[in-house]
Structures are given as structure tokens and as C-alpha cells.
């Protein structure tokens, strides 16, 4: 069942996303879109709802759980900055609004945006680890919450890995080209 919520969930966050920001920028019908799009967090609770009655009705938990959680901390922590993302691209694209904002193209601002992106990841990987901390507490028997524990483990793996990028934009920064660079003030040799 967990799986069936969490798919539907995923499906519901793009459509609800997509008619919102058609209805801002296409119908130009503003309350109904900002009322479609401050639902778009109702699927987490309807998420988290969904988890915590099927294991109190018994359920084993299982990697389903696992993902609900980590699709849940997700939301929390990206959510917001997917929507900005989302209606930047759609305004532009469909109301002749400014170009989206990109990360920078390379040097040390690319890795302070890859190390922020990182800690993201981080706190997201924390969050999902409470929400299965908080599953195990509740159920209370280390025989139908072992996945859980285990799930924790596995999905450390991701922080691990994202890391990756922010070590390899510090270590490896990309070269920014001339004229994206801010305009550097010479002062000429000191004596």
C-alpha cells in the first residue's frame, strides 16, 4: 500500500505543481493557483499519514517505509527551492520572464554552491533518518523495524557520494571564462 501512496503522492506533487503554474501563467488565474500550489504540501502529510497507519496496523517495516521517509525529507528540504525552480522556468518560458537563475559556471563560487547543495543533502538524509527513528519508536519492536534500521544504513550511501561533487569543484575548480568574471580592481605592484 505504502508504495501506491508514495507513487501517487510523486504523481499528484507534478500535477498539482503543472496546473498551478499553468493556471498563474497561462489562465491567468492567480487564486486558484496559489490555492493549487500551497496544496502541493498536503501530499506529505497525506504521505506521513499513510506510513504511520500502515505500520500501526501492523505492518513489517520495509524499504517502502524507507523510501517514504527519505521522499519526505526530500520535500522538506527541496521542495520549496524545486517550486522556485519550476515557476522561474515557467514564467520564462510562457510569460516572458526573466532567464532562470543558474549556479555558477565554475571557481570557488561553483564549490561554495556545491558544498550549500551538499549540506542539503545532509540535512535531508538527517530528516529522513528522525522520520524512521520516530516509525521505530512508535511500533516499538526491533522484529517489524529492522528494514528501517537498516534502510538508514543504506541510504547514508547518498550523502557519501554526493560529497564527491562539492570535493571535486574545490579541488578541480572549473575555470570561469573572462567575461564572467566580476571586474578585479589593479592596484599595480607594491613596493
Known amino acids: 500500500m505504502i508504495l501506491a501512496v508514495i507513487i501517487g503522492c510523486e ?6 505543481l503543472g496546473l498551478g503554474l499553468a493556471s498563474r501563467y497561462l489562465w491567468r488565474m492567480r487564486r486558484l ?6 496544496s502541493v504540501p498536503l501530499l506529505d502529510v497525506i504521505l506521513l499519514a499513510a506510513a504511520v497507519i500502515d505500520m ?3 505492518a513489517e517495516g520495509s524499504w517502502r517505509h524507507g523510501l517514504a521517509a527519505a521522499y519526505l525529507a526530500y520535500s522538506i528540504v527541496f521542495g520549496h527551492r ?5 515557476d522561474a522556468k515557467f514564467a520564462h518560458r510562457f510569460a ?4 532562470p537563475w543558474k549556479p555558477p559556471e565554475g571557481g570557488m ?3 561554495r554552491y556545491e558544498w550549500g547543495m551538499w549540506l542539503r543533502i545532509v540535512l535531508a538524509y538527517g530528516i529522513a533518518c528522525a522520520l524512521l ?3 521505530t519508536w512508535m511500533v516499538d519492536d526491533p522484529s517489524r523495524t529492522a528494514a528501517l534500521t537498516a534502510f538508514m544504513g543504506s541510504l547514508l550511501r547518498v550523502p557519501l557520494i554526493a560529497v564527491l561533487w562539492p570535493v571535486s569543484y574545490t579541488l578541480f575548480p572549473k575555470k570561469v571564462k573572462q567575461a564572467e568574471r566580476p571586474e578585479e ?3 599595480g605592484p607594491s613596493a
Not at 516572458?96 to 532567464?99: A, F, L, R, V
Request: net charge positive.
Open 33 to 38: 493557483s496559489t490555492i493549487l500550489l500551497v
Open 96 to 99: 516572458e520572464g526573466p532567464e
Open 133 to 135: 527513528f520516530g516509525l
Open 56 to 58: 500501526r496496523a501492523g
Open 185 to 187: 580592481v589593479t592596484t
Open 82 to 86: 524545486t517550486l522556485k525552480w519550476a
Open 11 to 16: 504523481i499528484g506533487f507534478w500535477v498539482l
Open 109 to 111: 563560487a561553483r564549490a
